[in-house]
DNA sequence: GCCCGTTGTCGAACCGGTTCGATTGCACCA
DNA sequence: TGGTGCAATCGAACCGGTTCGACAACGGGC
């Protein structure tokens, strides 16, 4: 067995409550008490037990994090999030508790009612998210990252993905192009419900509109081979196309291959622009004109004001929807 | 405030000590008594709390899972680690603590200190792991993936690198290839401890010289522009090799780019083999004969083995280590 | 009619902390 | 010199479960 607080007060010659405010500070403790006490603890190796501990004060310094891989899924974006919503976790306290269910919304359920966590963030939140319901019965608060439908009760961190299209857009008008091409996420992520397939494109299409631009918008893929087939078949379709915008991971990640594979360079041949982080851009090489979808700014804010909800219940005001702006990189992958 | 067993116990007019009974089948119950408390229950609302649970039973039903970024790792495999060990915790009905503080050892000793996780799976172990000697002090068991220096008292689940090696060597050498480039993980890896480099490289040297084939060993990079750089340097420097064996996560998911670049046809102009997951291999568009890295079993294994230990302490007999063979998947690209 | 074993339930102790109210001793002020 | 206030500490209650020992009721065997 581990020592106890109750060990750490019987050699240091006090009371458990002395040893307990001598941890916490929330009461003076005089200075030899509290150097017997310390001296104690470090003898006995004492650690202050957890469960214990949120048993008396209902709480457990500890988030819930709930991911979710769909089939098909393009994954590799998601470790980003998972390490930011972490990292931002450590630094205020907490504990994350990771949380992959199959059945997802069970997964909010159990940990919600348990009491193992003291707030919850949801990633890769879909339109008609099915985890939203159970969230918003549960006691702790919820940070979402994706913006789902309706999101009454619950703080929710997203890019916006509108502001997203038309500052690429507005880069390749200024550049002079006037025909575009839109590769948008897989049919499938549109039936599911994640917004961002649409709110990107709408947003492209209304504003290329506004400057009398042509735009053809087309679903990708999200595996290969398909990809390379879907991505030569549009190129095919519209030859008078002079710049690619492509808000699709797993498109963006192949496309250095299919375009070497048809001899076409960048940015002499064909523009191309797109929407991913640095890390992503890394781990596929990749060096194209982009704005930064900046999953550690997203992590971190959904942490924060979780962590803020957590000590102020109440008090910390109407719940949140908050979106990045786009930050260009220009790459020089458009010209 | 959420009900208690207390709570339930009044609705149904028993004792909690009959509800805690009801609850876990430990003393005969009558069926009239255990449907008014069944119904108290559902009509309540009550879920066990679990750091009231965890404090009486001493047991969390929690796995802690130290996952560890290193500066210029390649990442992306680390994501199928953190799925398998979670799905299979969740199996056994454990949950997952994930864990990435900077300081790794502190956070092995912050969990199991305090008592938050029934055991620990370290991922992406290295030769001298600092993380060890922490874990070893711990009241709970470990399992490590990843083969450390010294795994005393420590459960190990680790890939069979050397028969990876000469599984795929024996391959080449059966399709007549005579001389051989051997590209392993980058220098820093060696430097830091990951042993799987030189297991992995050792085998692959003895084997070919057992054949009498030459191989000619390098270290690979980890990022581009450098990865890029350094194969061609490579295939530049050996033009009589015929075949290559990529045992680096970087360079493989670049190297359809850098022989595309080159104007190399696989397998016509150049075999190649390597090492990863199909899951690697369908993120990466990667169609290279390979062996299996097979990240689910792993984690299946460590997570089984360690819960085995949980449940059975003293009495799951000496340390394990536990290597996976290989399994070659044929794809054609080597000739 | 008595003894015994079984079934079903209860009360109390315990797990390891936190926190509130009470108490003691001492310095300070009027 | 008695009252006041503060610093330092203690004891007890409480958080919400689990588990052990006790006990009543009941049926069966002799």
Redesign the pocket.
Do not use: C, P, Q, W
């Given at each position: 067995?581990?020592?106890?607080?109750?060990?750490?007060?019987r050699a240091a010659?006090?009371?458990?409550?002395?040893?307990?405010?001598?941890?916490?500070g929330?009461?003076?403790?005089?200075?030899?008490?509290?150097e017997r006490i310390e001296h104690a603890i470090s003898e006995l190796g004492?650690?202050?037990?957890a469960?214990?501990?949120a048993?008396?004060?209902?709480q457990t310094m500890t988030l819930g994090l709930l991911s979710q891989f769909h089939q098909d899924e393009f994954a590799p974006a998601m470790l980003q999030y998972i390490r930011s919503v972490s990292d931002a976790s450590r630094e205020l306290g907490y504990d994350v508790l990771f949380v992959n269910d199959a059945n997802a919304a069970a997964g909010v359920r159990r940990i919600t009612s348990s009491?193992q966590v003291d707030g919850v963030v949801l990633l890769d939140v879909t339109h008609a998210d099915p985890r939203l319901d159970t969230l918003r019965e549960a006691r702790q608060p919820g940070a979402l990252i994706g913006l789902p439908g309706h999101s009454d009760g619950l703080d929710v961190f997203d890019l916006d993905f509108g502001e997203f299209a038309r500052v690429l857009v507005d880069h390749l008008y200024g550049l002079g192009h006037r025909e575009l091409i839109l590769i948008s996420p897989p049919e499938h992520v549109f039936e599911r419900g994640g917004s961002y397939g649409w709110r990107f494109r709408d947003a492209a299409v209304e504003r290329a509109g506004r400057y009398g631009l042509r735009i053809h918008t087309y679903y990708g893929e999200s595996q290969q081979p398909a990809i390379g087939v879907r991505v030569n078949a549009i190129l095919d379709a519209r030859p008078g196309a002079t710049a690619l915008i492509v808000h699709n991971d797993a498109t963006i990640a192949t496309l250095p291959l299919i375009l070497q594979t048809r001899g076409i360079r960048v940015p002499d041949d064909l523009s191309v622009v797109s929407l991913y982080s640095q890390d992503f851009g890394r781990i596929f090489s990749l060096a194209y004109t982009a704005v930064e979808s900046s999953p550690d700014t997203l992590g971190r804010l959904a942490v924060q004001q979780l962590v803020r909800r957590i000590n102020d219940p109440g008090q910390a005001g109407p719940p949140v929807v908050k979106f990045i702006a786009p930050e260009l990189i220009d790459r020089g992958s458009a010209a």
């Open positions: 067995g581990m020592a106890t607080i109750e060990d750490v007060a010659g006090v009371s458990r409550s002395t040893v307990s405010y001598a941890l916490s929330k009461r003076t403790i005089s200075r030899e008490t509290r004492f650690t202050v037990n469960g214990a501990r048993l008396a004060t209902s009491n």
